[in-house]
């Protein structure tokens, strides 16, 4: 499913959008900012749904950690 938006939250904040590509994948370049302290977080992403499809989210796990 092509050309859908999906947001990217990391924990309840919003880092960013991507669109679906023929696949269906969404992706987004992100930095993670130096003022994050170390340890683990919670990655969202969501599509919120449209008339031809329902919505969709699921989470993984992002590690910040610094480099020694």
């Not at 590509?21 to 987004?28: K, P, R």
């Not at 930095?31 to 969501?46: D, E, K, L």
């Not at 499809?53 to 480099?67: A, D, F, I």
Request: hydrophobic share 30%.
């Amino acid at each position: 499913v092509a050309g859908r938006t999906v947001t990217f939250k990391i924990e309840t904040t919003s880092v960013g959008t991507g669109m679906t590509d023929s696949n269906g994948m969404a992706t987004l370049s992100y930095t993670v900012p130096g003022s994050f302290a170390t340890g683990n977080y919670t990655i969202t992403a969501t599509f919120t749904g449209d008339a031809a499809y329902l919505s969709s989210s699921q989470t993984g796990k992002l590690q910040v950690q610094r480099p020694k």
